[in-house]
């Protein structure tokens, strides 16, 4: 089974700190993406990593994806408390046609 | 532009019932995938078509789940005798589903409850 696990599950910090999420699997992916969910709403797509060992920045989010494609990590700055939601990972399984969510990271940025 | 709609946006139901869920995508795009979350649980992949086609259906939990669209447009997933453990949010999305970048846009999901 392809999975691709998150870490932390949980994170609750201060405005101002910085954190990083991680998001692994034993499987290659030919490309990552990584969105937001808010209560209530579908998810919504920050930003998507095809090439190994990519960096991408979204204003205070640096996304990166893993040298072999198999992991990739989103880092904020200076959290803030409208960064606030569920953050998943997702990718296509190799030789499928199933398009699979990671375990999820829930953050909760206190002001 | 219009997002991706869906109907009901909340579903209360009886076990042993049959419920049917629509996703109406956002026009032109030709991808369209259902999707299923539990309640504090990350997006649990059912399906996705292509145009009219779904070329992998092993995602649907059980055989009591089916689904089918229609002229590239709108979707229905079907649950038939459903039980409890079926309540959950449904979500859909669309796209173009030009590989690898695959952008889905997601619309605000059907919740459904059976008692």
Do not use: M
Request: some cysteine.
């Amino acid at each position: 089974t392809q999975l691709l696990e998150q870490s932390p599950q949980f994170l609750s910090i201060q405005e101002g700190e910085n954190l990083t999420v991680y998001c692994n699997s034993s499987s290659v992916f030919s490309s990552l993406q990584w969105y937001r969910q808010e209560p209530g709403e579908g998810p919504v797509l920050l930003v998507t990593v095809v090439t190994g060992g990519e960096v991408k920045k979204l204003k205070r989010l640096t996304f990166q994806f893993g040298d072999a494609r198999k992991d990739s990590s989103l880092h904020i700055t200076a959290a803030q408390p409208g960064d606030t939601g569920l953050y998943l990972c997702a990718g296509w399984t190799s030789g499928t046609y199933k398009y699979i969510f990671g375990t999820g990271t829930r953050l909760k940025v206190l002001a | 532009g219009a997002g991706v709609s869906q109907s009901p946006s909340n579903k209360v139901t009886e076990k042993g019932k049959d419920v049917e869920l629509r996703c109406d995508p956002i026009s032109g795009h030709t991808a369209l995938y259902w999707y299923r979350q539990s309640l504090g649980q990350g997006l649990e992949f059912l399906i996705y078509f292509q145009g009219n086609s779904a070329p992998d259906k092993s995602g649907l939990p059980s055989d009591r789940f089916s689904a089918e669209r229609t002229g590239g447009s709108v979707s229905t997933l079907t649950i038939q005798r459903t039980q409890q453990e079926d309540s959950a949010v449904y979500l859909c999305a669309s796209g173009i589903n030009l590989r690898p970048y695959n952008e889905q846009f997601f619309g605000p999901g059907t919740r459904l409850t059976v008692l």
